[in-house]
């Protein structure tokens, strides 16, 4: 069992989801049900599948549930540029939330790679 706290890439998800609340606490209330629902979970699927993950027996569940943050951190992405086209994130919030997100999708890729 890994301890999921000293994952770099657990750390890294964790911050991303504490970021970007305070963001979506002024979206108007058309938001809260859908986009600002779904980039909250999103956000914090990433590292709680990473833990989630750090409690399997085998590489091949660690793995899987990999894959589950992988593909939650390629949502959070696609709501966060929603969200900069509806106009509730600025042009330079989405570009530092891309690129963040972006290192957690290669660094969780790269932890799937060294599992196979």
């Known amino acids: 069992m890994r301890n999921f706290r000293e994952l770099e890439v657990w750390q890294l998800g964790m911050q991303l989801a504490i970021d970007i609340y305070p963001c979506t606490e002024t979206w108007p ?3 809260r049900f859908r986009l ?3 980039i909250l979970a999103s956000s914090s699927a990433i590292p ?3 833990a ?3 409690s399997r027996s ?3 569940d660690f793995k ?3 894959e589950y943050a992988l593909g939650e951190a390629f949502e959070f992405e696609t709501q966060t540029l929603i969200a900069h086209a509806y106009k509730l994130l600025s042009a330079e919030e989405c570009r530092e939330f891309v690129d963040r997100v972006q290192l957690i999708q290669r660094k969780v ?3 799937i790679q060294s599992l196979s």
């Open 29 to 31: 209330d058309i938001h």
């Open 36 to 38: 600002t629902a779904q």
């Open 48 to 50: 709680t599948n990473i």
């Open 52 to 54: 989630e993950g750090c």
């Open 58 to 60: 085998s590489d091949r």
């Open 64 to 66: 899987r549930y990999l």
């Open 109 to 111: 890729a790269a932890f």
